[in-house]
């Protein structure tokens, strides 16, 4: 007896693709995304000392920041990039007010306070940031001009600066990396790059005596040098490196972990909470969540070679590029390799605003990917 098949027997979607496709979300990315929230949940159960109303608040903002990267995702890409330039000039002036109206805590001058809400106009600028970029060398040659790089220079330096004299080292370098991936990612030459750097490291003694607070200053002598003052500045850098060490291949087991239940590492389940994680799930369990993170990472990557015209490639390679600088400066001032700038590692730390800013992202990345075959150069 023969049976005769139709070819859409096999390729037709399931219900749950189809209706994934109709909310215009992307199944790899947003498993990748799932997998590290639940991931977080874990390890925060852990690090904030088995505070069940600590995972309960934090699943509020999750689910907030997943909310919304759904909203975006339904937004058409010509849409951001023809708001690009508004969204950029709203992020800078709201920068501006945090000068003259903003509130002032642990010593920073960082936040907008409306009464019945308070937030980081700088979270914005990770974002608008290399939108702007991205839709200014959109109608240009490709690789830019001289002309063209010195205007992006300055539009990435307008906020970059004004957060880094809020001051809040760690978001500018965040939104100066996102901006300066959109050059690299428009053709910027290596020659072009190897000069920067070496301007940079020419204007290394003015940045280091006019350009950097004192507490700056001392966090960077701290990384050459930690065992200087081990009771103090080297204090969070000595307890994190004895965390990641004692966790040694297996790791301890959760909620093993005895520098966070003794309460000898600071900020466990914040800016250090990749230190907890590695002394309970050891070097397996530390490889385990850069190659989930190497993943996400390289899914967004694709998602930016398949975009559909130039400013969806641009903004969507910034935005994967951000991503990883995120995951990069964490692991990097946490193992001691960097200095401490108060970067949370993307999707686990405790906290609302960069979770929240981090799913704006993978919903714009999203909405380049569902939307594609309606924005062709």
């Given amino acids: 007896m023969k049976i005769e098949t139709r070819p859409e027997q096999f390729h037709s979607p399931s219900l749950i693709g189809r209706i994934l496709r109709k909310l215009h979300l992307d199944v790899p990315l947003l498993i990748g995304l799932l997998l590290v929230s639940l991931l977080s949940f874990v390890i925060l159960y852990s690090a904030g000392n088995q505070e069940v109303d600590l995972l309960l608040r934090q699943a509020f903002r999750v689910g907030l920041a997943f909310l919304l990267m759904a909203v975006l995702a339904h937004v058409n890409p010509y849409q951001f990039k023809r708001y690009s330039a508004l969204l950029f000039s709203l992020g800078v002036l709201l920068l501006l007010a945090v000068f003259a109206i903003g509130y002032t805590g642990k010593g920073a001058t960082r936040w907008l306070d409306l009464g019945f809400l308070r937030f980081q106009p700088s979270e914005m600028l990770k974002l608008t940031t290399p939108m702007m970029i991205s839709w200014y060398l959109s109608d240009h040659v490709l690789p830019p001009r001289p002309k063209q790089l010195l205007i992006a220079g300055v539009l990435i330096l307008i906020p970059t600066l004004l957060i880094a004299k809020q001051p809040d080292l760690g978001t500018a370098i965040l939104v100066a990396a996102s901006g300066a991936a959109v050059l690299f990612f428009a053709g910027l030459s290596w020659l072009f790059i190897l000069a920067i750097l070496a301007l940079i490291s020419a204007l290394a003694p003015i940045i ?4 950097l607070h004192d507490y700056q200053r001392a966090r960077i002598i701290t990384l050459l040098d930690p065992e200087a003052d081990p009771l103090g500045r080297g204090y969070h850098i000595i307890q994190s490196k004895i965390a990641i060490g004692s966790g040694g291949i297996y790791g301890k087991g959760w909620l093993g972990s005895k520098q966070s ?11 250090f909470i990749f230190a907890v994680f590695a002394e309970e799930f050891g070097l397996f369990g530390c490889l385990g969540l850069l190659t989930l993170y190497l993943l996400i990472i390289g899914r967004c990557l694709y998602i930016a070679t398949q975009a559909g015209d130039t ?3 641009l903004l969507a390679g910034s935005l994967a590029f951000t991503f990883f600088v995120y995951v990069f400066v964490n692991i990097g001032m946490v193992i001691g390799v960097l200095p401490v700038v108060g970067v ?3 999707m686990i730390s405790y906290g609302g605003t960069s979770v929240v800013t981090l799913m704006a992202g993978f919903g714009i990345l999203m909405s380049i990917h569902t939307h594609k075959k309606f924005i062709q150069d």
């Fill in 208 to 211: 280091w005596n006019y350009a």
């Fill in 261 to 271: 239940e003794l309460e000898f590492l600071p900020e466990s389940s914040t800016d």
């Fill in 311 to 313: 400013f969806s490639r």
């Fill in 344 to 346: 949370p590692l993307p």
